[in-house]
């Protein structure tokens, strides 16, 4: 859990609020402005003027340009007129003048008024430099680590990650997502449902809690199958025991094995597309959304299911 060192005060950095982002400098605090924060992230430095024209057109650009970058670049804005001894040991010539420093040293820079697609170019490529997560906060960060804890199959410290996140941030809805998703990954049916009860109705519909309502079901409902091995000898005994294999899929469901669940209620869609009203086909939409489009379960079993269905 590294990457949640740092969630309080002191380890905000890279999610630091527009104030923190972009500031106005001057020859006292330049070391510190600068060039020792561009020892973390390349600092872009800005020297203008007030009555300079093409300086208040570049100026916004600018802005925009290292807000969108989310904490991987910084801006410094530097006053000449108010600054001249700095602007000097620069050389500074003309303005609009435009410098970049990452680690205590000059990396790049442009003189005069730029296009917006170039800015947005001159930032994208500093924000390259410090590295992939260097637009990313560490509570960002930590929710990446505990959602591939999950994906690995780590539900224990996928779950204390995503808890911790909660802690710092009681509104993160991933987070709470997360945790609802790490109990039912872990056969914690009962617990998952009480979290979700939690859930006020109006943010149920946001994108983090996306399939627990149908996974919810599925536990709820697999619970009740039976036992595999009993429901695979009836399968066996009596292949057109619809229900018993649809019990059965419920149950490898349950047993996390998503591709032989599939399998069985795609043989009842093949034997029987109309069964039960169409029972095995909308179970398997609710296998899609308890799992997720993006899952390989998902995309095979959709795949096959087209293929019964239009051919």
């Known amino acids: 859990m590294e990457s949640l060192i740092g969630l309080g005060s002191e380890g905000t950095d890279k999610a630091a609020p527009q104030g923190d982002l972009i500031k106005e400098s001057d020859e006292a605090h330049f070391r510190e402005d600068v060039l020792d924060a561009s020892m973390?992230?390349?600092?872009?430095?800005?020297?203008?003027?007030?009555?300079?024209?093409?300086?208040?057109?570049?100026?916004?650009?600018?802005?925009?340009?290292?807000?969108a970058a989310r904490g991987a670049v910084r801006?410094?804005?530097?006053?000449?007129?108010?600054?001249?001894?700095?602007?000097?040991q620069l050389q500074i010539q003309s303005i609009p003048a435009v410098y970049a420093f990452f680690q205590g040293q000059p990396v790049d820079g442009f003189m005069g008024a730029q296009p917006e697609s170039a800015i947005k170019g001159f930032v994208e490529r500093l924000a390259r430099q410090a590295g992939p997560d260097a637009g990313e906060s560490p509570v960002e960060q930590a929710l990446a680590q505990a959602q591939a804890a999950l994906d690995e199959g780590q539900h224990g410290a996928a779950e204390a990650i995503f808890a911790q996140v909660r802690q710092h941030d009681p509104k993160n809805e991933t987070a709470r997502a997360g945790v609802i998703r790490c109990k039912l990954?872990?056969?914690?049916?009962?617990?998952?449902?009480?979290?979700?009860?939690?859930?006020?109705?109006?943010?149920?519909?946001?994108?983090?809690?996306?399939?627990?309502?149908?996974?919810?079901?599925?536990a709820s409902q697999s619970a009740q199958a039976g036992e595999t091995a009993e429901l695979r000898q009836r399968v066996e005994r009596n292949p057109a025991?619809?229900?018993?294999?649809?019990?059965?899929?419920?149950?490898?469901?349950?047993?996390?094995?998503?591709?032989?669940?599939?399998?069985?209620?795609?043989?009842?869609?093949?034997?029987?597309?109309?069964?039960?009203?169409?029972?095995?086909?909308?179970r398997l939409l609710t296998f899609f959304e308890a799992w997720g489009p993006s899952d390989p379960a998902t995309l095979g079993a959709r795949r096959r299911l087209s293929s019964l269905l239009f051919s």
């Open 40 to 67: 973390q992230v390349p600092v872009i430095v800005d020297f203008w003027a007030p009555w300079c024209g093409p300086c208040k057109q570049l100026g916004p650009i600018l802005e925009k340009a290292v807000a």
């Open 75 to 88: 801006l410094v804005k530097i006053d000449v007129d108010r600054n001249q001894m700095l602007a000097g």
């Open 185 to 218: 990954a872990q056969g914690d049916a009962d617990g998952a449902q009480k979290l979700f009860d939690d859930v006020p109705e109006a943010e149920r519909g946001a994108a983090a809690y996306s399939g627990i309502a149908a996974a919810l079901e599925l």
């Open 241 to 282: 025991d619809h229900q018993a294999r649809f019990d059965l899929a419920l149950a490898l469901q349950a047993a996390g094995d998503r591709e032989a669940a599939a399998d069985e209620l795609l043989e009842i869609v093949r034997r029987d597309r109309k069964w039960n009203d169409e029972a095995a086909r909308k």
